[in-house]
């Protein structure tokens, strides 16, 4: 019930182009439809095929039951169809329940899973059971958001449209310190998507009612670059600094923007995680003390797949910086990869990925048994945003800028750009290998920019066979302008060494990687009392093919590999450090 846009959005996204917002303030790169991009094999395309396992088999009925149920509707059952079929038909029952609102004794507009005294209870501040009524609301207008503009589905968009109504007629009547107070109670991203209904119709009543949703107390300190994260629930936050990025976007107001950059540098360096995830028990802990947080339950998926939306709004707006991408590389192949559990061919995730010595995956909260997600009996958000994220990882490879194309993103895939007539293939093992080849088709003139990452040193650049002269700078973009000819070959290589990620508080505590990958040590079912001490010096590749290493570690030999393959044994991935690499 809560979770409608990621189940959404995971069934569209194959289907349709996505028209971009034009003329929006600060925006230079715009991403590709996803239907330009498409995966070759590789891991990311094992994500992504049991996800698309688990879409096919869920009853979409049982998702339909509490709305139906709290609009006074019938239960029936429907019959095998599409992807795209079972997205049309949830959206056509859901405006079948906002139709019965009379009759359920609601407002014009409303659309739930919970009642509406509900939100009465959230705005008197006495809602006391658990629920966050607008947290779901949001994720149902994000669905229907995308249903309208990925399917083209117009029912959508009505539904959509009154329920932002709904929304509008509700807050309009709140006075601000009403309006804050109430913000106490996790809402989503309702800036966001209102935001999005703003740049979506032109309507500028529904950036209006976004501007309700700033947080104040949240947004004040960031808009002065003030940590004050600590002890706030992490997931709660992130949203609402996504919506900030579109809402500069949508005004030009500088302020919005220092807020969404602001709150990502201060995560990113002071609160994140060698794999990119952050949080403990799902809350911010004081910056820069990683080290005293290392525990079963770090790194909730949902943070990391809301920070890699900030992350990508904000490259979008300064598109020479690196910065961004390397962080998106980062939290991409080292947490969200690895959150799914490649044993199962249903795809299902891990809410909190373990640092603690000795930890291992599937750990998720009491109430949804403790462990991996389920097909029905633990939908908690995380499984929602794993749905989406596995079937979305072409959307971050490519973007474009006029007559300039950007590589991001290193994995095997293929780019049509229908605007240059132009293909480009990514062949590639990386990151097991250093190389990257980019067979391009074309007959156009353009620019090419390809992210080398500040992971690497003396990075080459070649084509078709003959070395391009120039430094290659590390934590920059490469640029290539040139007319295309079909069948121009460039090789990006990217070499890899062994490097320490310290802990930001404890330099003696660190997490090994090899180029971009963190590793970890395998320790089958062994119980860790304590960290580890790893021997610098003991450690070495195994196999030019693999990445797997060994070393030494309190004095016995332990073999590590790439944490986002990690699954069914106990791991290590911080370690107390002698020696030197």
């Known amino acids: 019930m809560l979770y409608l846009t990621q189940l959404l959005v995971a069934i569209a996204w194959p289907v349709i182009a996505i028209a971009q917002p034009a003329n929006l303030a600060g925006v230079v790169t715009h991403p590709f439809d996803l239907s330009s991009v498409s995966l070759t094999d590789s891991r990311w395309t094992g994500n992504q095929n049991r996800t698309i396992n688990y879409l096919k088999f869920i ?139 703003h740049q979506q119709t032109g309507d500028k009543r529904w950036l209006s009612v976004a501007q309700r949703f700033d947080h104040a107390a949240v947004f004040d300190p960031l808009a002065s670059n003030r940590d004050q994260l600590s002890g706030l629930h992490a997931n ?68 990391t797949y809301n920070m890699l939306k900030l992350t990508r ?31 199962d061919s249903h795809g299902h995730i891990t809410y909190f990925t373990s640092l603690n010595p000795g930890g291992r995956r599937g750990v998720g909260p009491a109430w ?109 973009y490469f640029s290539i302008a040139r007319a295309w000819g079909p069948g121009d070959k460039v090789v990006i290589r990217l070499p890899m060494k062994l490097r320490l990620v310290p802990a930001n508080d404890k330099t003696s505590v660190a997490a090994i990687a090899y180029g971009p990958v963190v590793l970890s040590g395998n320790y089958g079912n062994s119980a860790l009392s304590s960290m580890p001490s790893l021997s610098l010096d003991s450690l070495r590749r195994l196999s030019s093919t693999s990445l797997d290493f060994a070393a030494t570690a309190d004095g016995k030999a332990i073999n590590l590999g790439p944490f986002y393959d990690a699954h069914g044994f106990n791991y290590n991935v911080y370690w107390m450090t002698t020696g030197k690499l």
């Open 59 to 197: 009853d979409v009925e049982r998702l339909l039951y509490n709305f139906r149920a709290n609009h006074r509707l019938a239960q029936h059952q429907m019959e095998d169809a599409t992807c795209r079929e079972r997205a049309t038909y949830f959206v056509a029952e859901l405006a079948k329940c906002q139709a019965n609102n009379a009759a359920a004794g609601f407002s014009t507009g409303y659309l739930s899973g919970f009642p509406e005294s509900e939100i009465a209870a959230v705005e008197a501040r006495t809602l006391s059971n658990g629920n966050v009524p607008y947290y779901a609301i949001h994720k149902t207008m994000a669905g229907l958001l995308d249903v309208w503009r990925i399917l083209d589905d117009r029912k959508a968009g009505d539904v959509l449209l009154a329920l932002a109504g709904w929304v509008d007629a509700r807050t309009a009547r709140l006075s601000y310190a009403q309006m804050q107070t109430m913000l106490g109670t996790e809402f989503g991203g309702m800036n966001d998507v209102l935001t999005e209904i």
């Open 236 to 303: 709660t936050q992130v949203p609402k600094w996504i919506g900030a990025a579109r809402e500069y976007q949508s005004t030009g107001n500088t302020r919005y923007r220092d807020i969404a950059r602001n709150a990502w540098k201060m995560t990113v360096e002071a609160h994140s995680y060698a794999i990119g995830g952050n949080s403990q028990a799902e809350h911010f802990r004081p910056p820069n003390a990683i080290s005293q947080h290392l525990a079963k339950d770090t790194a909730e998926g949902c943070n």
């Open 368 to 476: 949804g048994g403790g462990t991996w997600s389920t097909d029905y009996q633990s939908f908690w958000c995380c499984q929602g945003t794993g749905l989406e994220t596995n079937t979305k990882l072409m959307d971050s490879i490519y973007f474009h800028a006029d007559s300039t194309l950007f590589v991001n993103l290193f994995t095997p895939s293929v780019l049509k750009w229908a605007e240059r007539n132009t293909t480009v293939q990514q062949i590639t093992s990386f990151p097991v290998q250093d190389t990257v080849s980019l067979v391009i088709q074309s007959q156009s003139a353009w620019e090419l920019r390809v992210r080398i990452p500040s992971w690497t040193s003396a990075a080459e650049v070649s084509i078709n066979g003959e070395r391009v002269p120039g430094t290659v700078t590390s934590g920059a």
């Open 313 to 343: 709004e904000l490259w979008r707006m300064d598109p020479n910086n690196t910065e961004y991408f390397d962080f998106y590389e980062r939290a991409l192949i080292n947490h969200m990869l690895g959150w799914q559990n490649p044993a």
